[in-house]
């Protein structure tokens, strides 16, 4: 019962996957892409990796799913999505794309199977009891860090976007909604709710399944449906305490990595004493950066022209 | 027991609900009816679904979930079906 359940998944991950690429319009890979990702996310809780279903759910499928929405927006506004993509093949783009695919499956047969560190037996010391939290801020505290500082990176990439004279605009484009109309409603009424579900994610991560990452995105989303719905009015690029939101996270974790090695230890090793509230502090400051940058990066540079047409 | 046949009576239902939903969405021939049948139908089977896993809960907490669940999943539904038929509306008169 449940290999036909797995096997009805496989061919929904492959199906979805094809018809992404597989030609068409761009909305429609969109639209195929976003339910790609719903379908693995799926796949990996079906795996029982409920941390990585969570992250692929809300920032896979979710979050790049609008940020390619919106870009299919703009591009159509630009009266730029109107042209058919090139009939036939791509075939450049299908050779790397089966290349990549027989590298890693010659990878996955021919590389001896590495040697895993006990995580379970490291776990009291990391402060936290999931042991992918622990992965994350802990043990390999190095490639989260660096991820922030990716995010905070491509933030910049986009405003950098914005023409001269709209720099001091509000960012993003301007969203219609009709005063006491059901979207303004929805706005008001999903963020409480919203909030409360992304806050409980972060703090559960320390010890269950949640996480910065994910309760950031769902924080994220509560923001943008808020924007959307005019409920709040957008930020603009010089609002002082948005410049702090943006950078706190990864400051943040910079600080405590330098604190750690100025107290005897290597940078970035926490003292098992003080891992616990370390991370909290760390995951905390994380949060707040990754909610308020994922949700800059699906609005936007600051647009008047956008706006004012 | 019983439990476990109400829960296969009810997902069974939803289901039903669900194909029903999914063949007036390829079958009805403008916007306005295809969002009838994919909203009216799919809440109903959404919520005969959350009722059959009710049965399997063990805890009050897990009823409270499942029924906040299906209760977020109508207000969505609810808003986007409104959104994308304005959306629909405003083209159909930009047509005329």
């Known amino acids: 019962m449940s290999l036909a359940l797995d096997l009805a998944l496989c061919a929904l991950i492959l199906g979805a996957a094809l018809a992404t690429v597989a030609g068409g319009a761009v909305f429609r890979a969109v639209i195929f892409f976003i339910t790609y990702g719903l379908f693995l996310a799926i796949g990996w809780a079906r795996l029982g990796a409920f941390d990585v279903a969570l992250a692929e759910a809300a920032i896979g499928a979710g979050l790049t799913g609008v940020l390619l929405l919106a870009a299919h927006g703009r591009l159509r506004r630009m009266q730029a999505g109107d042209a058919p993509p090139p009939a036939g093949l791509n075939l450049p783009a299908a050779l790397a794309g089966a290349g990549m695919a027989l590298a890693l499956g010659w990878a996955w047969f021919a590389l001896p199977v590495p040697a895993t560190p006990d995580i379970a037996q490291a776990l009291p010391r990391s402060g936290v009891g999931n042991p992918v939290t622990a992965v994350l801020l802990n043990f390999r505290a190095w490639d989260t860090l660096l991820e922030s500082i990716v995010l905070l990176a491509a933030l910049l990439g986009v405003w950098m976007l914005a023409r001269n004279d709209d720099w001091n605009a509000p960012l993003g484009p301007r969203y219609h909604a009709l005063s006491g109309g059901v979207l303004v409603n929805f706005g008001r009424f999903l963020p409480p709710i919203g909030l409360c579900f992304g806050v409980y994610l972060v703090w559960a991560g320390a010890d269950y399944i949640g996480g910065a990452f994910q309760g950031g995105t769902v924080l994220a989303a509560v923001g943008l449906v808020a924007l959307m719905a005019n409920v709040v009015r957008p930020p603009r690029v010089s609002y002082a305490l948005l410049r702090v939101a943006v950078v706190v996270g990864p400051a943040v974790f910079l600080l405590a990595g330098l604190l750690a090695a100025g107290f005897g230890g290597a940078f970035l090793t926490l003292p098992p004493a003080l891992a616990k509230p370390v991370i909290l502090v760390i995951e905390a400051a994380l949060t707040i950066s990754i909610a308020v940058t994922l949700a800059l990066l699906v609005i936007g540079p600051p647009d008047d022209a956008g706006r004012s047409s | ?96």
Do not use: C
């Open chain 2, 1 to 96: 027991m019983m439990a476990d046949v109400a829960t296969y009576v009810l997902t069974a239902l939803g289901l039903v609900f669900f194909v029903a939903g999914t063949v007036g969405l390829l079958r009805f021939p403008d916007t306005f009816s295809r969002l009838h049948a994919l909203t009216k139908a799919d809440n109903l089977g959404l919520g005969f679904i959350a009722l059959g896993v009710a049965f399997q809960a063990d805890t009050w907490a897990q009823l409270a979930m499942l029924a906040l669940i299906w209760a977020l999943a109508l207000l969505a539904a609810g808003t986007v079906a409104q959104l994308v038929a304005r959306a629909a509306l405003a083209q159909v008169q930009e047509g005329e």
